[in-house]
């Protein structure tokens, strides 16, 4: 059964960081591009961050740049977001996907779950 397991999310204070984890059972992660979004109340979904199948080329929103490092362990075949210095503008539930392709864009095929980032002093 494909299934993509997002977790790491909780509450911090401003200034704070989180390390989300996304791993992959059923399918192979190395195969695909993988990224991950967000959606705050009220608003779209957006990307955040995107990585390759190789982990040699990745992208972030201008909102999380500097802020936010997406990596990938296909060995242990689950991707992780390293977010720093964390605001109230991050506070959204974080979904990770992986797109048909190796390189990022287009269209995502299997979503995880969502995981609940919460900033707030």
């Known amino acids: 059964q494909v299934q993509l397991v997002g977790s790491g999310g909780g509450s911090v204070q401003p200034g704070g960081s989180l390390r989300l984890s996304c791993a992959a059972s059923g399918f192979t992660l190395a195969t695909y591009a993988i990224g991950w979004f967000r959606q705050a109340p009220g608003k779209e979904l957006e990307e955040v961050s995107c990585?390759?199948?190789?982990?040699?080329?990745?992208d972030h929103a201008d909102s999380v740049k500097g802020r936010f490092t997406i990596s990938r362990d296909n060995a242990k075949n689950t991707v992780f977001l390293d977010m720093n210095n964390l605001n109230s503008e991050d506070t959204a539930v974080y979904y990770c996907?992986?797109?048909?392709?190796?390189?990022?864009?287009?269209?995502?095929?299997?979503w995880g779950k969502g995981t609940q980032v919460t900033v707030s002093s």
């Open positions: 996907g992986t797109y048909v392709h190796s390189e990022c864009g287009g269209e995502v095929h299997y």
């Open positions: 990585i390759n199948s190789v982990g040699d080329n990745a």
